[in-house]
């Protein structure tokens, strides 16, 4: 049986998995990744791909700004920069009454240091002529833009190993075992990991592990419905969505330099964590080409090209699990994003390198505790952040 030991272990090649790799060695930590399939292959490379700070649960801004600025500067990080494009983020709305929760948001958000910019109908249609004529106003947040998923993870993982990460694919994790003060970490191909602090950033697996230290969380696997058309003039530079209470009418979309519209929204589909699978309904696309018409009606007849799902992990309350155990020391999560987890990505990676290499992080992440979710008798965390606990509140 062969042994390797790191000062740390994470578990989940996914982007969290990958760029907490890659920072924990920017700051000298020893690390071993272990993905079962290949990097960036499961959730991070199928999303939509936005890079938005705007329409967050606000106590998650922070970690949002922090990854913003690291999004910022990826050519001179690893080398590459995934496509990233600050476009900026449209938000539309159709009615009065949710454009005075936008309102009320762009307000809120101002003591995150979030600007953003509110447009009436004129202003709207003066500066974005390809809006339909339904919407009655928008939210802009100019910094905010998109990239592409197929290569943020993957960027992030050749970048740690470089940086003297092991990183091993198609290695599944069958055990995980505490021995002493190390952890050892049971593969299926024989090898046997040893390390004093395991990550787990297993995505919608995350409960599979976490529930085997006593701290089950109420994970359940989504399918996010996606879809790409043909290409056309490139003439939509911001991503644009809809502001809505109405999961019908849900929808986002953003045109790629080639000319080609990445679009989502509506209902989620089925997907299964246990058999790796998850579908994309008919039915579900067709919706989305109504509201997709109704948001830019000289979309409409564009053909689609290809549809796609994935599986993402959710949780009740739409807030991730992030941060260490609250029952044994060593252990740390970040996993579970309820499909807003693409752009926070660099962040979340940066923020628990600082987490299990200092024991306190800048950055407030009490919020996504995974203690929420645990018995009264639970065991108070052994790390935390060293700025106080925000109230939380779903998004």
């Not at 790191?6 to 907490?20: H, L, N, R």
């Not at 709207?124 to 990239?147: C, M, N, Q, T, W």
């Not at 952890?183 to 004093?196: A, I, K, L, N, W």
């Not at 959710?314 to 260490?324: A, K, R, T, V």
Request: hydrophobic share 40%; aromatic share 8%; net charge neutral.
């Amino acid at each position: 049986m062969t042994r390797q030991q790191a000062d740390v272990i994470v578990i989940g090649g996914g982007f969290m998995g990958a760029s907490a790799a890659f920072f924990l060695r920017q700051r000298g930590r020893s690390v071993i990744l272990i993905e079962r399939d290949l990097v960036g292959q499961q959730a991070s490379g199928v999303n939509f791909g936005n890079v938005r700070r705007q329409g967050r649960f606000l106590p998650q801004l922070p970690l949002a700004n922090r990854s913003r600025e690291i999004w910022g500067r990826l050519d001179e990080l690893i080398g590459e920069d995934a496509e990233f494009i600050p476009t900026g983020y449209l938000r539309l709305c159709y009615c009065k009454e949710q454009l005075g929760r936008l309102e009320q948001y762009a307000a809120d958000a101002k003591a995150y240091d979030l600007d953003l910019e509110i447009l009436g109908r004129n202003a709207l249609k003066a500066r974005f002529p390809f809006v339909g004529p339904e919407p009655i106003a928008a939210i802009y947040s100019p910094r905010d833009g998109h990239a592409n998923p197929r290569l943020a993870a993957p960027a992030f993982g050749r970048a740690a190993a470089r940086a003297g990460a092991q990183v091993f694919e198609q290695t599944e994790v069958l055990s995980i075992t505490k021995a002493g003060e190390d952890f050892e970490v049971g593969c299926s191909d024989g090898r046997v990991f040893r390390s004093p602090a395991v990550l787990v950033t297993a995505g919608a697996w995350g409960n599979a592990l976490s529930e085997q230290f006593g701290e089950p969380v109420p994970i359940v696997a989504r399918g996010p419905q996606m879809a790409v058309t043909e290409p056309m003039p490139y003439a939509i530079e911001p991503v644009v969505g809809l502001a809505t209470a109405k999961e019908k009418e849900v929808i986002y979309l953003r045109q790629v330099t080639r000319g080609n519209i990445v679009f989502g929204g509506g209902p989620r589909g089925p997907a299964h964590a246990d058999i790796r699978r998850a579908y994309v309904l008919p039915q579900n696309t067709l919706g989305q080409l109504v509201q997709l018409q109704r948001l830019i009606p000289a979309l409409g007849s564009l053909s689609i090209i290809r549809t796609w799902s994935g599986i993402e992990g959710y949780l009740p309350d739409d807030l991730p699990i992030m941060g260490p155990s609250a029952r044994e020391p060593g252990l740390y999560y970040a996993f579970g994003f309820c499909g807003h987890g693409f752009q926070l990505g660099p962040g979340v990676g940066d923020v628990m390198a600082e987490l299990i290499d200092r024991g306190e992080t800048t950055t407030p992440i009490e919020p996504f505790s995974i203690a929420r979710f645990a018995s009264e008798t639970a065991a108070p965390t052994h790390a935390t952040s060293s700025v106080q606990a925000m109230e939380t509140s779903p998004r």
